[in-house]
Nanobody, 117 residues
Framework: QVELVESGGGSVQAGGSLKLSCAAS????LGWFRQAPEKERERVAT???????SYADSVKGRFTISKDNAKNTLYLQMNSLKPEDTAMYYC???????????????WGQGTQVTVSS
C-alpha cells in the first residue's frame, strides 16, 4: 500500500529553478535522491520527523527540502540549477524506529530533470 509518486521534473536552462513534489505515504523519514547514467545514486537531501534537514555538499545553498505533513507531500525547491544537476530524481522513504531513520528502501518511479547550459 506504500506509494511514492514524483512530479515536477522537466527541462530548464542553467541558472533556472524547478520544484519537485512527491505524494508520500505516512513514513516519517523522507528524502530526495538522484542518479545520472553510469553514476552511483546520490543522496540529495533528507528530512526527519523533527524537521531536521541534511544536504549533499553539491546542492547546499541552492536546494531546499520541505514537507507538508497534512497533505503527505514532500517538496524539493531547486534554484540556480547547473548542468551537473541533470539526473533522474527519486523520492524515497525510510522507517523511523528507536529515534533513527533507517535504510531508504521505499522508492518512487522517478522524474527526469535536465539542465542545459
Amino acid at each position: 500500500q506504500v506509494e511514492l509518486v514524483e512530479s515536477g521534473g522537466g527541462s530548464v536552462q542553467a541558472g533556472g529553478s524547478l520544484k519537485l513534489s512527491c505524494a508520500a505515504s505516512g513514513y516519517a523519514c523522507l528524502g530526495w535522491f538522484r542518479q545520472a547514467p553510469e553514476k552511483e545514486r546520490e543522496r540529495v537531501a533528507t528530512i526527519d520527523p523533527r524537521g531536521t534537514t541534511s544536504y549533499a555538499d553539491s546542492v547546499k545553498g541552492r536546494f531546499t527540502i520541505s514537507k507538508d505533513n497534512a497533505k503527505n507531500t514532500l517538496y524539493l525547491q531547486m534554484n540556480s540549477l547547473k548542468p551537473e544537476d541533470t539526473a533522474m530524481y527519486y523520492c524515497a522513504a525510510a522507517r523511523f524506529l528507536f529515534s533513527r531513520c533507517y535504510e531508504y528502501k521505499y522508492w518512487g518511479q522517478g522524474t527526469q530533470v535536465t539542465v542545459s547550459s
